[in-house]
């Protein structure tokens, strides 16, 4: 059973690199803008040694795909394409707002994360999602903590995209908790459109590598992860912002 999984995310201004291991979180995170080409492989480095463990001793790789920046899923993309030729593993490509949203997870919470990362240009790439379906990973359950007692299956209640955050036709009901940059940008916005209850927001949020990694493993463990060459990003608009 697939259980080793080192992730990477450099979608937006955080760089962060993290490793699974039987329910054991390694992880290195920095907010570090214009610097995750020179960041991100020391980082691996680093998180493989603390955990003890060689590459190709992994049973898979996992990035955060986008959207994003630009520049951001262009490094990811080439670094875990470097590394799954050099270690012939499978990669799982995840959506950098599924990871958000996956962070967002709190237990006893809105099973409702809406995920907003600011895309420039007057617009956010949005993800809605509704948290259920929970497995235990083993460790213990309190944020910041090295054990992950638990993760979510996410179901999208929306394709995500690229979109002006006072356009959103979905109402929501109930409470629900928003995260990620978008909301720093177009908070106002975004609530308009939501409507609902926001039970909190987290503007100031961005995805772990952590996320990347038990999302991955689920993808992973499907038998779902793809080839070097497949693991390709998703921009969601073909204009750099």
């Given at each position: 059973?697939?259980?080793?999984?080192?992730?990477?995310?450099?979608?937006?201004?955080?760089?962060?690199?993290?490793?699974?291991?039987?329910?054991?979180?390694?992880?290195?995170?920095?907010?570090?803008?214009?610097?995750?080409?020179?960041?991100?492989?020391?980082?691996?480095?680093?998180?493989?040694?603390?955990?003890?463990?060689?590459?190709?001793?992994?049973?898979?790789?996992?990035?955060?795909?986008g959207p994003g920046s630009f520049?951001?899923?262009?490094?990811?993309?080439?670094?875990?394409?470097?590394?799954?030729?050099?270690?012939?593993?499978?990669?799982?490509?995840?959506?950098?707002?599924?990871?958000?949203?996956?962070?967002?997870?709190?237990?006893?919470?809105?099973?409702?994360?809406?995920?907003?990362?600011?895309?420039?240009?007057?617009?956010?790439?949005?993800?809605?999602?509704?948290?259920?379906?929970?497995?235990?990973?083993?460790?213990?359950?309190?944020?910041?903590?090295?054990?992950?007692?638990?993760?979510?299956?996410?179901?999208?209640?929306?394709?995500?995209?690229?979109?002006?955050?006072?356009?959103?036709?979905?109402?929501?009901?109930?409470?629900?908790?928003?995260?990620?940059?978008?909301?720093?940008?177009?908070?106002?916005?975004?609530?308009?459109?939501?409507?609902?209850?926001?039970?909190?927001?987290?503007?100031?949020?961005?995805?772990?590598?952590?996320?990347?990694?038990?999302?991955?493993?689920?993808?992973?463990?499907?038998?779902?992860?793809?080839?070097?060459?497949?693991?390709?990003?998703?921009?969601?608009?073909?204009?750099?912002?």
């Amino acid at each position: 059973m697939t259980t080793r999984v080192l992730a990477i995310d450099t979608a937006t201004e955080a760089c962060s690199a993290a490793i699974l291991v039987a329910g054991e979180v390694h992880e290195r995170f920095l907010i570090a803008p214009r610097r995750h080409s020179a960041l991100i492989l020391p980082m691996v480095e680093e998180v493989l040694a603390e955990a003890g463990v060689s590459l190709r001793q992994l049973d898979g790789l996992a990035f955060g795909r986008g959207p994003g920046s630009f520049t951001g899923v262009r490094i990811a993309t080439g670094v875990i394409q470097g590394l799954a030729l050099a270690s012939d593993l499978p990669v799982a490509p995840v959506s950098t707002l599924a990871a958000l949203a996956q962070g967002a997870f709190r237990p006893g919470g809105p099973e409702c994360i809406v995920a907003a990362l600011d895309a420039r240009m007057g617009e956010v790439y949005l993800g809605i999602y509704t948290m259920g379906g929970i497995y235990t990973m083993g460790g213990i359950c309190a944020p910041g903590a090295t054990g992950i007692c638990a993760a979510t299956t996410l179901r999208p209640l929306r394709a995500e995209a690229v979109i002006d955050p006072a356009a959103i036709s979905a109402s929501l009901t109930g409470a629900w908790t928003g995260v990620g940059s978008g909301f720093k940008a177009h908070g106002g916005a975004l609530c308009k459109s939501l409507a609902g209850s926001p039970s909190r927001i987290e503007p100031e949020t961005y995805p772990h590598a952590r996320d990347v990694a038990l999302l991955g493993l689920e993808t992973l463990r499907k038998g779902r992860g793809v080839l070097a060459e497949e693991a390709l990003p998703v921009y969601l608009r073909d204009r750099v912002p």
